[in-house]
């Protein structure tokens, strides 16, 4: 199916580099359009990932435009027809039609039907045409997800899409096609030949997706991941966060949903990490969530909230925060405790040894005198001074 300038080509052609490649590769006879995530982000407004581009010359014909124009261009996956070139400082993978089946039909359709999910068939040229030949775009607009053809075979051809079936679930699924999901379910035991960097890669992105709580449904009810991951203690706690996060216009974070979906302990939180892929910085924090011993009463007052900045800082305390009160319907009294997190200055002990010394202190005993101080500070609220700390401390010793 044929849609005449259906895509504004400014949501297509976000530089010149771009534009540069289409024409470099009209005026050597040849065609070159989006697919995939490109087309399928410009219809729908979401965020751009990535952009496939498809070309209907050979790899070497494309290698030998490259030469004849000065550009640099490098094969990046053979067996895969792809191409890699940089035109500027931008660097763009271009696929080339695979024609060597002839079976009557166009190569571009060709092309299409290898593909996974219809959504993900839909191509366009620099102009915004549309070129749909698995009615993608419809699907798209009503949120079906579907595999192309034959959903056995679809799989059989590359055991992560199910992964990734579950990953437009999430993105944009309303209405899952039955037949591709009990294909998925039935064919589930392939993910355990499958990389698992590829799962969790899929998985990670599955979290961050508006449509995660259902997609996480359907992949834990029907134990699709339970080699790999036990299943979640709560996804209802998820989708609080998520409705908590919109009404306060805060950004998503990958850590707050891994923590509010299965409450881990330290050794959980180690496990879960690997899992997601995060890395070391995401580890240590996610870690670091699960350690802090924080309630709502830890946040009642001035006095605990200096307190709980002094021991985990403010960010392990404006998400502790939140996830305490997913079931909360004072928005107004979260968002004021969070502006007072986020506008406090974190408390920092400010007496020094050598300060101790000079009062009077003496030196084998400076440890002591400093635990007992700490600690004398820390109950207090943690605002006193250098001096008041000085002037306790001869109340005391």
């Known amino acids: 199916m044929f849609h005449p300038e259906y895509i504004d080509p400014k949501k297509l052609i976000t530089n010149d580099d771009i534009y540069c490649l289409f024409k470099l590769v009209e005026k050597h006879g040849g065609i070159l359009r989006f697919v995939g995530g490109a087309v399928r982000d410009a219809i729908t407004g979401y965020p751009r990932q990535d952009i496939d581009l498809v070309t209907d010359m050979s790899p070497a014909e494309f290698s030998d435009m490259c030469a004849d124009e000065g550009i640099r261009c490098v094969p990046i996956g053979i067996q895969f027809f792809t191409t890699g070139v940089i035109i ?46 698995y009615n993608g775009i419809n699907d798209l607009e009503k949120g079906i997800i579907k595999f192309i053809g ?13 992964m990734r079936f579950f ?12 037949k591709s999901l009990k294909a998925c379910i039935e064919n589930k035991e392939l993910l355990k030949k499958t990389s698992a960097e590829k799962i969790k890669e899929e998985l990670f992105k599955i979290l961050m997706a508006p449509y995660a709580v259902d997609a996480l449904k359907l992949i834990f009810d029907n134990a699709i991941l339970d080699f ?85 800082g403010k960010d392990i305390c404006c998400d502790k925060w939140l996830t305490l009160n997913l079931d909360t319907p004072d928005i107004e009294k979260i968002k004021s405790v969070l502006n007072t997190l986020s506008s406090s200055e974190v408390p920092c002990f400010p007496l020094t040894g050598k ?13 002591f005198y400093m635990d007992v101080l700490k600690k004398y500070w820390f109950e ?14 001869k109340d005391f010793f």
């Not at 040229?125 to 070129?131: A, L, P």
């Not at 679809?154 to 199910?162: L, V």
């Not at 609220?381 to 401390?393: D, N, Q």
Request: hydrophobic residues 35%; glycine residues 4%.
């Open 88 to 133: 500027n400082n931008s660097f763009f993978k271009i696929t080339s039609l695979s024609s060597e089946e002839d079976n009557g039909h166009d190569e571009w359709e060709l092309d299409a039907s290898k593909r996974d999910l219809t959504i993900n068939a839909v191509y366009a040229d620099e102009k915004g045409n549309v070129f749909d030949y």
């Open 150 to 162: 034959n959903p056995q075979k679809t799989i059989e051809n590359d055991y992560i899409r199910i």
């Open 167 to 178: 990953r437009f679930c999430a993105m944009f699924g309303r209405n899952i096609d039955k």
């Open 228 to 312: 790999l991951v036990a299943p979640p203690k709560s996804l209802d706690n998820l989708s609080k966060l998520e409705n908590l996060v919109k009404k306060l216009h805060l950004q998503k974070s990958i850590i707050r949903r891994i923590y509010v979906l299965f409450s881990p302990d330290v050794k959980r939180a180690s496990r879960l990490a690997d899992i997601f892929k995060l890395d070391k910085k995401q580890k240590s924090y996610l870690q670091e969530l699960a350690q802090a011993r924080l309630s709502l009463k830890n946040f009642k007052d001035s006095v605990s909230i200096n307190q709980s900045l002094f021991k985990y």
């Open 355 to 367: 300060k101790l010394i000079s009062a009077g202190a003496e030196s084998k005993m400076i440890g």
């Open 380 to 393: 207090h609220g943690c605002i006193m001074s250098e001096a008041e700390l000085v002037c306790k401390f």
